[in-house]
């Protein structure tokens, strides 16, 4: 039996007033989700514990079967694990965004935590002239992926880990005060990001990126190797740094896709040639699809309702007509990314688990309300894929 996980990053959404009271899962066209609907079994869960923030780093870790109590130590660590950085016990690994900014200082806002979504391209070329220009002895930047990057910090003293300046996708549009006085608490950090930011604010290279904004930071991430612990070999399919770290973290393949954008225009195909190809000799795949959430961070009701319906034809439609083999599918979400909020929340997340071999009683629709009105509550996130194991053994 195969296992898919199809994972719609910020997908869960609430009533919107410009959809007649639908969300956009309700609203989109998504004829293939509702063909499955009714054959499969509906419910919720927990993904994100108490206490955490509701980030994908958090929910991934979860649905891929590890509690984040025991192993998250942060988001920059789980991105370098994807790039293969090679740390210390004692360093310390920030995620670290090129953002826009009104200005870097006390009556400063935080315009985009994307800098107008700058290119892979332009970015590398400015995190390389950045570190030129820094010598810096304690920080360095490394590339990740168009605004996503990681500081690096050997042999940090421990208190920088109590340091929680907020993702910057959390206060758009809001003063940049207080996450100021928190980066002042260690003074070579705020010394170090005011030089960038002055260096940046002239830079000949993508103007829109005036500040460097570190967050998320933890010591190196070790995951317990995935196949022992579920016996099942599997695959991650991922744009983003963030599930290709867990991946290989927890020994999972992880399967690089050209064109794999993160974005509504992501190369669908290659995903699903890719998951197709990879389930011909594993058990296991999780394929993850940034869309709908940059969606959801845009405030775009349209964009995530476009998000959604690719998703349906040319994720879904093609997985279902060309998967030959008996297949249990998982379809869900890590976290909400609601339109009106444009950040996430931690609510318990809608999902659907179709078997290819049985038919549960399911619902006309997948949707948030049916999944809440299914009665199926799993309240911990890694708790998930064991319920999925279960089911497909069923
Ligand atoms: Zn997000």
């Known amino acids: 039996m195969k296992i898919i996980f199809l994972i719609e990053d910020g997908l869960g959404d609430w009533p919107l007033e410009e959809l007649n009271g639908k969300t956009p899962l309700e609203a989109a066209r998504t004829p293939n989700l509702d063909r499955l609907a009714p054959y499969s079994l509906l419910g919720t869960c927990q993904t994100i514990p108490k206490g955490f923030p509701s980030g994908s780093d958090v929910a991934n870790m979860a649905l891929l079967g590890y509690a984040p109590e025991k192993y998250h130590t942060g988001r920059g660590p789980i991105e370098a694990a994807a790039k293969g950085i090679l740390a210390q016990a004692n360093d310390v690994i920030w995620r670290c965004n090129l953002v826009s900014v009104s200005e870097f200082g006390p009556k400063g806002k935080m315009l985009d935590y994307a800098a107008g979504h700058i290119s892979s391209e332009q970015a590398l070329k400015l995190i390389n002239w950045l570190n030129q220009q820094l010598q810096d002895k304690e920080f360095k930047l490394t ?17 920088i880990l109590g340091l929680t300046p907020n993702p910057p996708h959390d206060i758009l549009n809001q003063s940049i005060a207080k996450d100021l006085q928190i980066y002042q608490k260690y003074p070579p950090l705020f010394q170090f990001l005011t030089k960038a930011a002055q260096l940046l604010a002239n830079n000949p290279i993508w103007p829109k990126a005036n500040a460097l904004w570190p967050w998320g930071q933890g010591t190196p991430l070790q995951l317990e190797n995935f196949t022992q612990k579920t016996g099942l070999k599997g695959a991650v399919i991922s744009a983003v740094d963030l599930i290709k770290g ?24 290659g995903k699903v040639s890719a998951a197709l190809k990879a389930l011909k000799s594993k058990d296991f795949v999780f394929l993850h699809l940034e869309g709908p959430d940059e969606a959801g961070h845009c405030g775009d009701v349209k964009a995530k309702i476009k998000a959604i319906e690719f998703f349906d034809k040319l994720i879904l ?20 990314t609601p339109i009106r909020l444009r950040t996430h929340v931690a609510e318990p997340v809608p999902f659907l688990i179709y078997r290819s071999n049985y038919k549960y009683k399911g619902f006309p629709q997948f949707c948030e309300k049916t999944a809440q009105n299914a009665n199926l509550f799993i309240p911990r996130g890694d708790e998930f894929l064991n319920f999925v194991q279960e089911q497909a053994g069923a």
């Open 317 to 336: 439609a093609p997985i279902l007509s060309q998967l030959k083999e008996p297949f249990t599918l998982a379809i869900l979400c890590d976290h909400f």
């Open 246 to 269: 867990l991946g290989k973290a927890a020994g999972l393949e992880v399967i690089e896709v050209p064109g794999a954008t993160g974005l509504t225009n992501t190369n669908y195909k």
């Open 143 to 159: 590339f990740g992926l168009q605004y996503r990057h990681l500081l690096i910090q050997p042999n940090a003293p421990h208190k």
